[in-house]
């Protein structure tokens, strides 16, 4: 009568861990190696970018603009005669011989810029008038020297000089 309760059944083994070793203890801020590493390659890469983007600037912007050329060329009214489709062949190739020659004037080549820019949008939607082509053969053969700049037109005549007041020659 004095019988001992039964032992507890044996705790079911615990599963293996799938990681051994002791936890590491998480870092407390900065960047880990693989992100910096990579963060510094973007960056080389851009710089890379950027010289080869400076040293070509040239060959890109004459490459855009010979695009430009015929697109526009292809888009042209009816009204543009043929001696306005020469000039404006002229003046493309003198832009480009002056941009590369590096003789081209900042505010010549942005106007020119924007004369391109409204070009292409309207010959894509094929509303291209006879009046945005004369703007740009005009801003294409100053920025070509075809034409003097604006800021080269001749200036107001100056008045003579005064004669002298003692009435000699």
Same mark, same amino acid.
């Given at each position: ?39 510094? !390659? ?40 043929? +001696? ?36 292409? +949008? ?26 003097? !700049? ?20």
């Amino acid at each position: 009568m004095n019988e001992t309760p039964p032992p507890p059944p044996a705790p079911p083994p615990t599963p293996p861990r799938p990681f051994t070793g002791e936890p590491r203890a998480l870092a407390t801020g900065g960047c880990s190696r693989p992100l910096l590493i990579g963060c510094g !390659a973007l960056v080389v890469l851009l710089g890379i970018a950027g010289i080869v983007f400076v040293a070509k600037a040239k060959d890109i912007l004459a490459f855009a603009m010979r695009e430009l050329h015929q697109q526009v060329t292809s888009a042209l009214p009816a009204e543009v005669t043929a +001696e306005e489709r020469r000039r404006l062949d002229r003046g493309f190739e003198a832009a480009l011989e002056r941009i590369y020659a590096g003789q081209v004037e900042t505010p010549a080549l942005y106007a020119l810029q924007r004369q391109l820019m409204r070009a292409a +949008e309207k010959s894509q939607s094929k509303s291209l008038t006879h009046d945005d082509v004369l703007d740009l053969l005009s801003a294409l053969e100053r920025v070509g020297g075809l034409l003097p !700049a604006e800021s080269d037109a001749p200036a107001a005549a100056e008045p003579d000089a005064a004669p002298p007041a003692d009435g000699g020659p």
